[in-house]
């Protein structure tokens, strides 16, 4: 370690400066901008120009770094022959569900962990992130057998989008990223709350949310992605064409269909979440780090 102006690095500022040095930092810093470039870019890139190919193109070994004759005819084979505005309605319903299920129930278990501090709280929330140790793929049988027989009621939930939604609400981890948030806010605020006669729900609603607008769209973001991106479950659940996910439709249609439509077809599915991602980038970086400093 290198200590130079008061500020603790790797490499002190004079090694930098230095002829033989600036160029192996120079070097370094290049191929690894370049490399995780090439590592993020270079799938979306494939699966972009991919699209373009003919069916003839696109199996041919090597393959072509740009499209001989581009085709983007092939984008509207797909949005037609695949269905994918039903299919794209369909995911934007089920995101829509899960965000505001989310926001609404993960929400007021985090105010009250954080805030509110009912007695065993810190073992309930123990509890909950320990189910973060589960593997996922553990918990498909269990669920499966709830959805088909909801216990109590006994009402079968394939093929209803509560079926997505329920085994979502219940999120360890955006509870504990909304939980860290709300330590976060001044215990200040909350007591002059109280002062003035505010209730616990008032408080949460005029002072608790607008403060945390950054981490309430990182919750979001986090919904709709995971509703975007499940291909497992969706199709477990909904097994009807009429109620398919955009992922789990565009894996059905795929085997009388060519591969050169298919990757069409997963260009427009992946434009959304891309889309999102670009607008909330700056909300995504804040929510997750403002939560993690106390003050």
Do not use: C
């Not at 790797?10 to 002829?19: D, Y």
């Not at 962990?113 to 918990?139: D, E, W, Y």
């Not at 939930?157 to 990223?177: C, E, G, K, M, Q």
Request: hydrophobic share 55%; proline share 7%; no cysteine.
């Amino acid at each position: 370690m290198a200590q130079d102006s008061g500020t603790r690095t790797l490499i002190s500022q004079t090694q930098i400066s230095r002829g033989r040095g600036r160029v192996v930092y120079w070097t370094l810093l290049v191929v690894v901008v370049v490399g995780f470039t090439l590592v993020f870019l270079g799938p979306l890139y494939w699966m972009v120009t991919g699209a373009l190919k003919s069916g003839q193109e696109i199996a041919q070994t090597p393959p072509s770094l740009f499209p001989k004759d581009p085709q983007p005819q092939n984008y509207i084979d797909a949005w037609n022959n695949l269905a994918l505005a039903k299919l794209l309605f369909n995911t934007f319903y089920y995101a829509i569900g899960a965000v505001l299920f989310q926001l609404v129930l993960d929400t007021a278990a985090a105010y009250s962990l954080s805030k509110l501090r009912p007695i065993f709280g810190n073992a309930i929330l123990a509890l909950m992130l320990g189910t973060l140790m589960i593997p996922a793929m553990v918990l498909i049988v269990p669920q499966y057998v709830t959805v088909i027989d909801l216990p109590i009621v006994h009402i079968n939930l394939l093929d209803s989008p509560f079926a997505i939604w329920l085994p979502l609400v219940a999120n360890a981890f955006n509870i504990f990223l909304l939980k860290r948030f709300f330590d976060s806010i001044p215990e200040e605020l909350m007591a002059a709350a109280l002062m003035d006669g505010a209730t616990s729900l008032r408080t949460l609603w005029s002072i608790i949310l607008p403060l945390s607008r950054p981490i309430l769209g990182v919750v979001s973001i986090f919904a709709v992605t995971t509703v975007w991106k499940d291909f497992l479950w969706p199709k477990l659940v909904m097994p009807s064409p009429e109620t398919r996910t955009v992922s789990v439709g565009i894996y059905a249609f795929a085997g009388g269909t060519p591969m050169n439509v298919v990757i069409a077809a997963s260009v427009i599915a992946a434009i959304p979440t891309v889309i999102i991602f670009l607008i909330f980038q700056r909300n995504i970086m804040s929510g997750l780090t403002t939560g993690s400093i106390k003050g």
